[in-house]
């Protein structure tokens, strides 16, 4: 069975500092994906950032970056320099084969000036 | 192009009546989604359309769901004697599926809220 989970219901970061969130995941197939959505308060889901399971270098994406643990199957968001737009719902998520994605439970972010 | 939009965005109904919600994907985008979310959870998958292949229903809850997609272009979910459970938001999701890449990215559109009285 797959499985995402996120232990962090919320996390509290000041401006311009950096924060990590929580991803582990359960899979007994080798090939796959990990993604990042964020949530704002409207309800879009937008995508952040992308992991394959066999990629050798943990993904960036402009401040977002992915930190890949394949044996520990952890996949930790790492926002740096935080600003207020990214207060949001953050969701972990996996795809195997293709098709649907598993998502886990999300991380509400605040960030304060 | 524009993207994923779904109507209606807000959706009240009382217990027991049917609902039928709709999607209309990015022109082009060969596979839909739709997922659930209820208040303060993650995505529930529901189903999953790719071209004309047989769609994934693995994740419908019962058989009062059911949905339809034409083609490659609109889709619709439709609840059958809508229960208060059912009160969610109902995401629908787009991507240009690729054989064998799992990196294809969903592209969601803003859903639609479901409130069952």
């Known amino acids: 069975a797959q499985k995402i989970t996120q232990t962090q219901p919320g996390m509290f970061v000041q401006e311009k500092e950096a924060v990590t969130l929580d991803c582990t995941y359960d899979?007994?197939?080798?090939?796959?994906?990990l993604f990042w959505y964020k949530q704002p308060s409207s309800g879009e889901m937008i995508f952040l950032i992308y992991q394959g399971s066999y990629d050798q270098q943990n993904a960036t994406e402009g401040r977002y970056s992915l930190n890949f643990q394949k044996a520990r199957k952890s996949a930790n968001l790492v926002i740096s320099a935080s600003q207020l737009g990214d207060s949001a719902m953050y969701f972990c998520?996996?795809?195997?084969?293709?098709?649907?994605?598993?998502f886990g439970r999300g991380t509400q972010l605040t960030v304060w000036p | 192009g524009a993207g994923v939009s779904q109507s209606p965005s807000n959706k009240v109904t009382e217990k027991g009546k049917d609902v039928e919600l709709r999607c209309d994907p990015i022109s082009g985008h060969t596979a839909l989604y739709w997922y659930r979310q209820r208040l303060g959870q993650g995505l529930e998958f529901l189903i999953y359309f790719q071209g004309n292949s047989a769609p994934d229903k693995s994740g419908l809850p019962s058989d009062r769901f059911s949905a339809e997609r034409t083609g490659e272009s609109v889709s619709t979910l439709t609840i059958q004697r809508t229960q208060q459970e059912d009160s969610a938001v109902y995401l629908c999701?787009?991507?240009?599926?690729?054989?064998?890449?799992?990196?294809?990215?969903?592209?969601f559109g803003p859903g639609t809220r479901l409130l069952v009285l």
């Open positions: 899979t007994s197939d080798p090939s796959y994906g």
């Open positions: 998520a996996m795809r195997v084969n293709v098709g649907r994605l598993y």
């Open positions: 999701a787009s991507s240009y599926l690729a054989a064998g890449v799992l990196q294809e990215t969903q592209y």
